[in-house]
């Protein structure tokens, strides 16, 4: 069965940084395109960002230049790093891979930026 497994959530200060992991088993994630979505309170998912199977990667307007994805082969994790958090980065973080014919979820892990 495949799973991804989110983590690295919590509660940060805004302009505080956190760094989120995907770890993937049963899959490798070289051969998936794989993204992070965020859904916040009464909000719809969306897209944050996005690494492909050649590792070009693209950004949501209202993360560019603050968070990074990146893929560690070695490990099989997908990593997003969040740099200068904002309150309005605050919502449930999941992590989603997928290829022609299959799609994967993470449970998803919380991050909530407030002083």
């Known amino acids: 069965q495949v799973q991804l497994v989110e983590s690295g959530g919590g509660l940060v200060q805004p302009g505080g940084s956190l760094r989120l992991s995907c770890a993937a088993s049963r899959i490798i994630f070289n051969f998936y395109t794989t993204g992070w979505y965020r859904q916040g309170p009464g909000k719809q998912r969306e897209l944050v960002a996005r690494?492909?199977?050649?590792?070009?990667?693209n950004y949501a307007d209202a993360v560019k230049g603050r968070f990074t994805i990146a893929r560690d082969n070695a490990k099989n994790t997908v990593y997003l790093q969040m740099n200068s958090l904002k309150p309005e980065d605050t919502a449930v973080y999941y992590c989603?891979?997928?290829?022609?014919?299959?799609?994967?979820w993470g449970q998803g892990t919380q991050v909530t930026v407030s002083s």
């Open positions: 989603n891979t997928l290829r022609t014919g299959y799609e994967y």
């Open positions: 690494i492909t199977t050649s590792g070009s990667t």
